[in-house]
């Protein structure tokens, strides 16, 4: 028999094993052995035998290497075995022999009995400690490396202003990187998760169907475009594969936006300034002739009412209108002619020295011109008649006709009675200051005033190109224009600057004047 189990064992020691069949031949070949066990045991005495003990050493054996069930089985076999012995005991015909050595051997055979199985339960238990080291080494080494792989797509989802979260069937989030954390709504109390389009307008879901439960109960990608502090984010949604039955886990993914949307309206901005620029030289071109004509007949109404006398404070009215038409059928004129060679804007001429005082009293007879008793009533204020401003006049009297225009128009709807013009000295800066009394900046427009196409006025009465224009002259000429509310109503326009190189006579400066009927 020991022959047998020799052989046996020697054949499983010299077997190639197989993938994934080292611990299931290391079971068998303990079972093998328990039955060998059973058999010697049975031929040196049965339960008599000291080594009867040796029962131990497999059954713990066989529970390291095979777990549970491997050890569920050992038991049985154990308990068959030994129940063997125990029939044979009782049963004088299965008995084969008997354990009764004589003086000191059986001594002697005690303690070999009880050192063997000693040394060999402590070598079990000291493989099933090396085993939950190795065990221990593997685990720290696979948290290790899940720490890694997690810090990385961390880190490359932060560089990427990426959020990814995972969230379960039953919409308890799972798992969650920190942009995501502050974009998605903030979670109940019980954990669960709140889909963006209960919060927030879903651009992409007109039907307003959460795009997570879309992914989840229709196994199909879902998406969401939602705005968070005047930038747009998309979210993602798939499903995961799950091995387990029932509806997948969803993977969030939150993908900054804003970037492609402000190059989509920047191009879009391009496209309909580029078609504008080529109606508007369409126009020029069919103004240039009635301009001349206009600036022609004004010199000749000049002229003949110089001829005409009479009143002389009416002749001078006149003549004073004559010349303003005459002037700015000039200016309308190198305009036109600027947008026919191509140029979006005339090309300036700078002055060092332009005084305010005379560009603003322009500006209010173009503004003001026709107004009665009772209308809006335009108050120059001070530092206008004293500061000097390196500017092109035309294109800074192009810029106040606009800011004052829309100054009118804020009064207008608002009722208010006041328009102010007032400029002082910043260092090597200068800040011409107008203001209303209208009803102020509307929130929705507040932060793209100086965006072209950008009004609130209804359509036929703005372009939205107004403000644009200004704010693109005087950043051509090295400056800045602004606009905010005014305590407590109203509006203010900042123009600033560069400071002329020449200080006018100092006066007054102040100057209160109601508008020409």
């Known amino acids: 028999m020991v022959v047998a189990g020799s052989v046996y064992n020697l054949i499983l020691l010299r077997r190639a094993p197989g993938p994934g069949s080292g611990k299931r031949a290391a079971v068998s070949q303990a079972l093998v052995d328990l039955g060998l066990l059973t058999v010697v045991l049975w031929a040196a005495g049965g339960l008599a035998s000291p080594f009867i003990a040796f029962y131990v050493f497999h059954l713990a054996l066989i529970a390291v290497l095979g777990g549970p069930g491997a050890t569920f089985v050992a038991t049985a076999?154990?308990?068959?075995?030994?129940?063997?012995?125990?029939?044979?005991?009782?049963?004088?015909?299965?008995?084969?022999?008997?354990?009764?050595?004589?003086?000191?051997?059986?001594?002697?055979?005690?303690?070999?009995?009880?050192?063997?199985?000693?040394?060999?339960?402590?070598?079990?238990?000291?493989?099933?400690?090396?085993?939950?080291?190795?065990?221990?080494?593997?685990?720290?080494?696979?948290?290790?490396?899940?720490?890694?792989?997690?810090?990385v797509i961390s880190n490359t989802l932060d560089e990427l202003e990426a959020g990814l979260e995972v969230v379960s069937a039953d919409g308890h989030i799972e798992w969650r990187n920190r942009l995501a954390d502050e974009l998605a709504p903030a979670p109940t109390p019980e954990g669960t998760w709140e889909c963006p389009v209960a919060a927030r307008a879903c651009e992409t879901e007109p039907s307003g169907q959460c795009p997570v439960w879309r992914a989840r109960d229709h196994q199909a990608e879902g998406r969401c475009r939602f705005s968070v502090d005047d930038r747009w984010y998309e979210m993602l949604s798939f499903p995961l594969a799950s091995r387990a039955e029932g509806r997948p886990s969803i993977m969030n993914l939150y993908v900054d936006r804003t970037k492609i949307l402000l190059?989509?309206?920047?191009?879009?901005?391009?496209?309909?300034?580029?078609?504008?620029?080529?109606?508007?030289?369409?126009?020029?071109?069919?103004?240039?002739?009635?301009?001349?004509?206009?600036?022609?007949?004004?010199?000749?109404?000049?002229?003949?009412?110089?001829?005409?006398?009479?009143?002389?404070?009416?002749?001078?009215?006149?003549?004073?209108?004559?010349?303003?038409?005459?002037?700015?059928?000039?200016?309308?004129?190198?305009?036109?002619?600027?947008?026919?060679?191509?140029?979006?804007?005339?090309?300036?001429?700078?002055?060092?020295?332009?005084?305010?005082?005379?560009?603003?009293?322009?500006?209010?007879?173009?503004?003001?011109?026709?107004?009665?008793?009772?209308?809006?009533?335009?108050?120059?204020?001070?530092?206008?008649?004293?500061?000097?401003?390196?500017?092109?006049?035309?294109?800074?009297?192009?810029?106040?006709?606009?800011?004052?225009?829309?100054?009118?128009d804020a009064n207008r709807e608002a009722g208010g009675r006041s328009v102010w013009v007032s400029a002082k000295r910043h260092g090597p800066a200068v800040e011409i200051l107008v203001e209303d009394e209208g009803a102020g900046l509307h929130t929705d427009i507040e932060g793209r005033l100086f965006e072209p196409f950008a009004t609130t006025k209804p359509p036929g009465e703005g372009t939205g190109l107004g403000l644009y224009a200004s704010y693109m002259l005087v950043q051509t000429m090295g400056g800045d224009l602004t606009i905010e509310n005014r305590d407590p109503r109203g509006a203010c326009a900042r123009v600033r600057l560069p400071a002329g190189v020449q200080a006018l006579a100092k006066g007054s400066g102040v100057h209160n004047r109601a508008p020409r009927s």
């Open 77 to 151: 076999a154990a308990f068959v075995g030994a129940g063997f012995l125990a029939l044979a005991e009782w049963v004088p015909a299965l008995k084969i022999g008997t354990w009764d050595p004589p003086p000191p051997w059986d001594t002697i055979g005690n303690v070999v009995a009880f050192i063997t199985t000693a040394g060999a339960i402590a070598y079990v238990v000291l493989h099933a400690v090396r085993e939950l080291r190795d065990r221990e080494r593997a685990l720290a080494t696979a948290r290790d490396q899940a720490e890694l792989e997690y810090q």
């Open 263 to 408: 190059a989509e309206r920047r191009l879009l901005h391009a496209e309909r300034l580029a078609s504008l620029g080529r109606v508007a030289q369409g126009v020029a071109h069919e103004l240039n002739t009635p301009l001349a004509t206009i600036r022609t007949l004004a010199a000749d109404m000049r002229e003949a009412i110089r001829s005409l006398g009479g009143d002389q404070a009416l002749q001078s009215d006149l003549a004073e209108s004559a010349a303003l038409i005459r002037d700015e059928t000039g200016r309308l004129g190198r305009i036109t002619h600027s947008l026919l060679t191509g140029g979006s804007l005339p090309r300036l001429r700078l002055d060092s020295s332009a005084p305010l005082l005379p560009i603003v009293e322009r500006a209010r007879a173009l503004v003001f011109a026709g107004a009665r008793e009772g209308g809006p009533e335009l108050r120059i204020g001070e530092g206008v008649g004293d500061l000097v401003v390196a500017a092109d006049s035309d294109r800074l009297l192009q810029v106040l006709v606009n800011l004052l225009q829309n100054a009118v």
